[in-house]
T-cell receptor, first 114, second 113 residues
Framework: ETGVTQSPTHLIKTRGQQVTLRCSSQSGHNTVSWYQQALGQGPQFIFQYYREEENGRGNFPPRFSGLQFPNYSSELNVNALELDDSALYLC?????????????FGSGTRLTVV | GENVEQHPSTLSVQEGDSAVIKCTYSDSASNYFPWYKQELGKRPQLIIDIRSNVGEKKDQRIAVTLNKTAKHFSLHITETQPEDSAVYFCAASINQGAQKLVFGQGTRLTINP
């Protein structure tokens, strides 16, 4: 059984650039949820993908977009980066699109926008 | 609205003593309450969870209590050990299009030897 892997682990981008973050879900999991964790804060829900469709979205602007592939891996894309986008981005995979059955979090991607 | 308040933000206890972290939530429809432990630079890891039809759950040195009427839940760690030092997050499930977790702000727990 493989865990949740995220890439890259760290990256630095300039304000206004675009970034793509990747997440490989745990084997057998068909749902991926993305969270943003600012320094010293709890994670905040960005959106969820279930069977390749967006299944709900938090209070994030449209420049945050995503994708899920047939193997259930997922991407998070952020356009027109702003300084406030600097954060740890976590993905969590789950067996079904409800957290009650347990999220498995990846180790995250630390994004710094300068 | 959706909100989870967590207290205290920092907690320091002597090794062997107990630690208690408290959370309140706003959405009365929330029915699942997990607790996560996050060590520096690592992923959040689920340590215990409780559903709304249960008032208390225990797993070795860790216990969680839930008061649905008051909309608050607490994490209790007994016989604390240095490896318990970490940031702890409570969360509540919210159904807004998707079933998601709303997290508290976190508690930095330090166990002093």
């Amino acid at each position: 059984e493989t865990g949740v892997t995220q890439s890259p682990t760290h990256l630095i981008k300039t304000r206004g650039q675009q970034v793509t973050l990747r997440c490989s879900s745990q084997s057998g999991h068909n749902t991926v949820s993305w969270y943003q964790q600012a320094l010293g804060q709890g994670p905040q829900f960005i959106f969820q993908y279930y069977r390749e469709e967006e299944n709900g979205r938090g209070n994030f602007p449209p420049r945050f977009s995503g994708l899920q592939f047939p193997n259930y891996s997922s991407e998070l894309n952020v356009n027109a980066l702003e300084l406030d986008d600097s954060a740890l981005y976590l993905c969590a995979s789950s067996l079904v699109p409800v957290p009650d059955y347990g999220y498995t979090f990846g180790s995250g991607t630390r994004l710094t926008v300068v | 609205g959706e909100n989870v308040e967590q207290h205290p933000s920092t907690l320091s206890v002597q090794e062997g003593d107990s630690a208690v972290i408290k959370c309140t939530y706003s959405d009365s429809a929330s029915n699942y309450f997990p607790w996560y432990k996050q060590e520096l630079g690592k992923r959040p890891q689920l340590i215990i969870d409780i559903r709304s039809n249960v008032g208390e759950k225990k797993d070795q040195r860790i216990a969680v209590t839930l008061n649905k009427t008051a909309k608050h839940f607490s994490l209790h760690i007994t016989e604390t050990q240095p490896e318990d030092s970490a940031v702890y997050f409570c969360a509540a499930s919210i159904n807004q299009g998707a079933q998601k977790l709303v997290f508290g702000q976190g508690t930095r727990l330090t166990i002093n030897p």
